[in-house]
């Protein structure tokens, strides 16, 4: 799908979540928040939901933990235009609430269908709630840091999942936060790994999950199994299209 393409795919979602009253949700709502980004990005950050500033202006991760979100993308040498973000639910739990069970369900063809078009390489979650949805029955605490085939189902043809604590998590407790730049680090490792994948077992979205390569009965190594500091040079950047 060209890029023209994907984006006008995207804003017709866009403009359906701006409206949209499946769930009660919309009731205490000030806007919707679709989600943002590059059409054509090869990385997805999934969250959990919009918070007080992302109700007030419509945008994901506007807040202080967006700007954390901001500064881990920094680290890669990424900026927010480079990926696409956005949430599990797309309006606001009253008072930051956990998103109910029928509220998750009544919203996911919105998040299914922003995948279908983005198509991504690497689905990166935010949290627990999206970690249920991308890997799901693992905890946060072991799962951060990994990366899981994504079950074709959610949307996401063919990537794989790398899992992250929360930002606002990461605000909270310190050492949840040096972790992540930690988690952070292994990302364009991840990114590597799901394009060797897409090249050597491309599926159709109706196909089984393919596994992640083995790097221990590789016959050589897969260099997007390599640390990040052994799969690229310090000065190299990991480009995203
Ligand atoms: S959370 Fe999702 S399903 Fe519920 S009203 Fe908002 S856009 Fe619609």
Redesign the pocket.
């Known amino acids: 799908m060209i890029e023209l393409d994907r984006g006008a795919g995207l804003e017709a979602i866009a403009a359906?979540?701006r409206v949209?009253?499946?769930?009660?949700?919309?009731e205490a709502?000030t806007m919707?928040v679709?989600g943002e980004g590059s059409p054509d990005t090869e990385v997805v950050f999934v969250g959990e939901?919009p918070g007080y500033n992302e109700d007030r202006q419509g945008r994901p991760f506007v807040g202080r933990a967006g700007a954390l979100l901001g500064k881990f993308l920094t680290a890669l040498g990424w900026q927010r235009e480079d990926v696409f973000i956005t949430n599990i639910?797309?309006?606001r739990p009253p008072d930051n609430r956990d998103?109910e069970p029928d509220?998750i369900a009544?919203?996911a063809p919105?998040l299914r269908r922003q995948l279908e078009i983005l198509d991504p390489a690497v689905i990166v979650t935010l949290g627990r709630h999206s970690l249920g949805r991308f890997m799901p029955g693992e905890r946060i605490s072991q799962a951060h840091g990994t990366v899981r085939p994504v079950d074709p189902a959610t949307g996401a043809a063919n990537a794989l999942a790398f899992a992250l604590y929360h930002p606002a998590a990461a605000l909270r407790t310190p050492d949840i936060e040096r972790t992540s730049y930690q988690d952070v680090a292994q990302i364009p490792a991840a990114l590597l790994a799901a394009r060797a994948r897409r090249e050597a077992a491309p599926v159709a979205p109706s196909s089984p999950v393919p596994p992640v390569p083995d790097p221990a009965v590789a016959a050589t190594p897969d260099p997007a199994f390599l640390a990040p500091s052994e799969a690229l040079a310090p000065d190299d950047q990991l480009t995203l299209f």
Not at 20 to 26: A, D
């Open positions: 359906e979540v949209c009253t499946r769930c009660r949700l919309h709502r919707a679709p939901g639910v797309k309006c998103p509220e009544a919203c919105y």
